[in-house]
């Protein structure tokens, strides 16, 4: 696995992103540099934001895609400006003034690019978490493969505006006022996350002040960075880093 910073929620304070992004080296990838970034979702809504921190953020966006060396995935707050879904199936910031301000940078072709599960090595990233619920498969269990297949169709459900059969991606559980006892990839709250035996899941959505790590059974580890941009993680052969901004004065 290359040697990877994973950034959790922004929220439109991409600014902070490029802080951390120069001050660690990674603004920059040679294609040749065995670095990336990989940013879990959540590009979008913030308390009292407005239409230029929207654009801006969106700008940011779409230029980041075009970079080789990131990982692009989706979070909830991101998903609804893609689909706009029919009903209440919003989050909390949705608004039909920010969705038009966005989908006049961001093009089909831009949403493409984000992905909704990546997985290298005994690491698995995605927004919210994995959860059995969506994807045990009743003799494999749940395996990186089976993941891919199940949103696969769920993403081509979306694409026929059938929501119904996406909750793998968008359904929310319980915690978040949601009908289901597991979240999909993009609602699944911390409180709900499970463990994978040998896997590091690494995951936000759920906002905590700082990096939050769980240690289960049989090399199981559950990661949450979405610390309101506080800290975030580097991965290399040595293991996992917490950065804090605050005490590397970025």
Request: proline share 2%.
């Amino acid at each position: 696995m290359k040697k990877t910073l994973v950034i959790g929620d922004i929220h439109n304070k991409y600014y902070i992103v490029d802080r951390f992004l120069t001050k660690l080296n990674y603004q920059i990838i040679e294609e040749n540099e065995d670095k990336q970034v990989i940013f879990v979702g959540d590009y979008f809504d913030d308390f009292n934001d407005d239409w230029a921190d929207v654009k801006a953020m969106a700008l940011w966006l779409k230029e980041s895609l075009t970079k080789p060396n990131r990982i692009h995935l989706m979070g909830n707050h991101d998903y609804h400006y893609m689909v706009k879904p029919k009903g209440s199936a919003y989050c909390s910031g949705f608004s039909s003034e920010k969705y038009d301000v966005i989908n006049q940078i961001l093009t089909n072709e831009d949403w493409q690019k984000i992905k909704y599960f990546h997985a290298e090595d005994n690491y698995w990233f995605s927004h919210a978490g994995v959860a059995r619920y969506w994807f045990q498969h009743p003799m494999f269990g749940v395996t990186k493969e089976g993941i891919e297949s199940t949103v696969e169709k769920a993403f081509h459900a979306l694409k026929a505006r059938k929501f119904k059969e996406t909750g793998c991606l968008y359904g929310a559980d319980y915690f978040r006022g949601g009908e289901y006892p597991k979240g999909g990839l993009l609602w699944n709250d911390w409180r709900n996350s499970e463990f994978y035996d040998g896997i590091t899941q690494i995951f936000g959505h759920t906002p905590h002040r700082k990096i939050k790590v769980s240690v289960g059974e049989n090399n199981a580890r559950n990661i949450n960075v979405d610390s309101h941009l506080a800290e975030v993680i580097e991965i290399d052969g040595q293991g996992i880093k917490i950065i804090n901004r605050f005490k590397t004065k970025i």
